[in-house]
């Protein structure tokens, strides 16, 4: 499972950086309207990142999965699957309204996807196990949702408010969840 979720984030990054198109020209001035495109890939490309490191530490304390999980992780790899087109859209509309709008709800669905895989998976491992003992409440996944939410909600208003939103989340899980490194470390 984890192999086959690895090949299909490559695979969502390398369609991501082929979504940039090279300018026409060769002087520095015909990068300059590439620059949102760019910063839509690298927030994309971070999230992506993001997503793959916590998925290998999640699945670095699971001890067996069933289908419930298999079908959860591909949910997952569905809305992930749907970042470059998201990503494409906002950065090459400058980060418009309805792109930036559309990107949230993308993440959004990540986010809840990623929260229901973990559910699936704390359902089938034992309560003194150390997975369900690293995630507990998992506050930062809840508060994440809610992030999400309110930027979406927000960008109706003013959509740099949403980046800006979107970025924080990004900032926020930027440092790996070491609550299952540490417990992996303390087990006998």
Request: hydrophobic content about 55%; proline content about 5%.
């Amino acid at each position: 499972m984890e192999a086959f979720s690895d090949g299909v984030l490559a695979i969502i990054i390398t369609i991501m950086v082929l979504e940039i198109k090279v300018p026409h020209g060769a002087e520095p001035a015909n990068l300059v309207p590439l620059i949102p495109v760019f910063i839509s890939y690298v927030l994309s490309f971070v999230y992506i990142g993001l997503y793959w490191n916590n998925h290998h530490h999640l699945f670095q304390a699971v001890d067996h999965v069933n289908g419930k999980i298999l079908w959860a992780n591909i949910h997952l790899l569905f809305w992930l699957s749907l970042l470059p087109f998201a990503t494409g859209w906002m950065g090459e509309n400058h980060f418009s309204q309805w792109p930036v709008i559309v990107y949230g709800v993308v993440l959004l669905m990540c986010s809840i996807a990623y929260f229901i895989m973990v559910r699936f998976l704390i359902v089938v491992h034992p309560k003194e196990s150390a997975l369900v003992k690293a995630i507990g409440n998992d506050k930062k996944g809840k508060i994440s949702c809610v992030i999400y939410l309110l930027a979406i909600l927000l960008s109706f208003v003013n959509a740099w408010i949403g980046i800006a939103l979107y970025f924080f989340v990004a900032a926020i899980w930027f440092f790996p969840d070491t609550r299952i490194e540490k417990r992996l470390e303390s087990e006998p």
